[in-house]
């Protein structure tokens, strides 16, 4: 079954918005991302089976108004077939000082708006939620900090070095309202309360965002949820779970075009759309309903209402996430016909975001990777050659069991850890490691990423389920046009 493709007219003010601040980003790159992002929205995509009444959803959400802007209508219907819903957020969305000075003029001090409005925006939830159809019990809250997920995946592990959100200033959960006042800014809590929520609710669908989120809370959710998966007792109900899809909120330019165009289908980014995206048509209560959601959350659409509006759309979309298995040891994972026995290779697009048009030095366009049981190596490709100006990083964070991970960043001429060893090459970075570096895991999740400052330009995310690699959670490989390495 396919969805029904609807005709719209081409929205010439969004061109020439873009127009008007493409100075910032370079016209050529962000014209073309644009328009094959607009011409991506159109494609015909299966559907997206909506739950039945014999469902246990969990959602996962870093954010307030997350569950609205991707599932407002998945859980709308899910409530509708009587399907148990629970969502999780993980943070109370206290890490957005613009918000927190427009919303709370009169506080004194940044971090007290910031932790008002992290009050605000729990019940700005609870008031959509409502308008969804959800009783609030449907809601769990923990309070980790916004803006600092990754941190905590990145660096803080442990209780006793817990991350200080610089918003809120807090160190631990400050909300006498959320699941565990109190508890440490780390990932090991984080994952405890992940794997309690997974225990409890024992899912048959799992909802969490998608791996390839430009937002660093988006990703390291993904990256918590992995984690917690893999770290669940054997067997533990794996066959009543059916399945885990991601949504997508934070893309670049995307959703295009940006604003009010409720007639109009939503659609992946053009460099994703060979994924395995399902889409689910939503009716017109739905939509109404999910429109009165949105408007909920006030303190945003104040600030953001453009980029909200953006997601009331006739659909919405989720990707599936290859089936999980930690057992899973394949080999070799290739999608140009050169699979070798413990080699992983991948391509990225090149130029998928404004930002990484304008800035090629950190585009990241292919990772290969070889583990065969004592060494592991990787070579990390970019569009352009390597350069002083840019942060070159590498995060290997072993799963089975979960722990911080091995970092290394590129220092001028060489790797920051002494028994890393590699060299650049032009466009090309190399590291090679002794695999008892890593802790005997199996299962990794390597993350490459590379950062201007403190803006992270790109980011790349695959586990690799064996030491004869493969990537398992993994959207399936994609190739487009502008795809070569
Ligand atoms: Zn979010």
Redesign the pocket.
């Known amino acids: 079954m396919r969805a029904e493709r609807p005709k719209v007219r081409l929205p010439v003010g969004a061109y020439v918005g873009l127009v008007a601040r493409s100075p910032l980003y370079g016209t050529a790159a962000a014209v073309r991302a644009y328009a094959a992002n607009l011409r991506a929205r159109n494609g015909d995509r299966p559907l997206h089976s909506p739950p039945g009444p014999e469902d246990r959803l969990l959602v996962l ?3 307030p ?2 569950e609205v802007l991707a599932l407002g209508g998945l859980l709308q219907r899910a409530v509708a077939v009587g399907a148990r819903v629970r969502i999780v957020f993980l943070t109370h969305g206290d890490g957005f000082p613009f918000a927190a000075y427009s919303e709370m003029r009169g506080v004194g001090g940044l971090w007290r708006a910031c932790r008002l409005l992290g009050t605000v925006r729990q019940q700005e939830t609870r008031a959509a939620l409502t308008e969804l159809g959800l009783p609030h019990e449907t809601a769990i809250f923990l309070g980790y900090p916004d803006g600092g997920l990754h941190e905590l995946w990145l660096t803080h592990w442990s209780p006793d070095q817990p991350y200080r959100s610089r918003y809120t200033q807090a160190d631990r959960v400050p909300y006498e309202n959320a699941r565990q006042p109190g508890t440490p800014y780390c990932a090991r809590a984080v994952l405890d309360d992940l794997s309690e929520a997974l225990r409890r609710e024992r899912p048959t669908r799992i909802y969490a965002p998608h791996p390839q989120d430009d ?1 660093g ?2 990703w390291a959710t993904f990256c918590l949820l992995t984690a917690a998966l893999r770290a669940r007792p054997n067997g533990a109900w794996d066959d009543e779970l059916r399945g885990v899809y991601s949504y997508l ?1 934070h893309h670049g330019d995307w959703p295009v075009p940006q604003g009010r165009w409720e007639k109009f289908p939503l659609g992946p980014p053009a460099h994703l759309a060979h994924g395995d995206w399902a889409t689910l048509p939503l009716t017109a209560e739905e939509r109404i309903a999910k429109r009165r959601a949105t408007a909920r959350h006030r303190s945003q659409m104040r600030c953001i209402g453009r980029f909200l509006h953006s997601f009331l759309r006739t659909n919405e979309l989720f990707e599936q996430l290859s089936p999980l298995s930690p057992a899973d040891a394949s080999l070799g994972l290739a999608q140009d016909g050169l699979a070798m026995p413990g080699v992983f290779r991948s391509r990225y697009p090149r130029g998928d975001a404004p930002l990484r048009a304008a800035v090629p030095a950190g585009d990241l366009v292919g990772l290969v990777v070889r583990r065969d049981g004592t060494r592991f190596q990787a070579v990390l490709r970019f569009a352009a050659p390597i350069s002083p100006g840019i942060a070159y990083h590498l995060a290997l964070h072993p799963l089975v069991p979960p722990g911080p991970p091995l970092r290394l960043t590129w220092r001028g001429n060489a790797w920051d850890l002494p028994d890393a060893r590699g060299q650049a090459r032009e466009r090309t970075l190399e590291v090679h490691l002794e695999d008892e570096m890593l802790r005997d895991s199996q299962p990794l999740l390597v993350t490459a990423w590379t950062q201007l400052g403190l803006i992270w330009v790109d980011r790349i995310c695959v586990e690799l389920a064996a030491s004869h690699a493969r990537a398992s959670m993994e959207p399936r490989p994609r190739s487009g046009p502008r795809d070569e390495g």
């Open positions: 959400c870093p954010h108004d997350d937002h809370d988006h909120t």
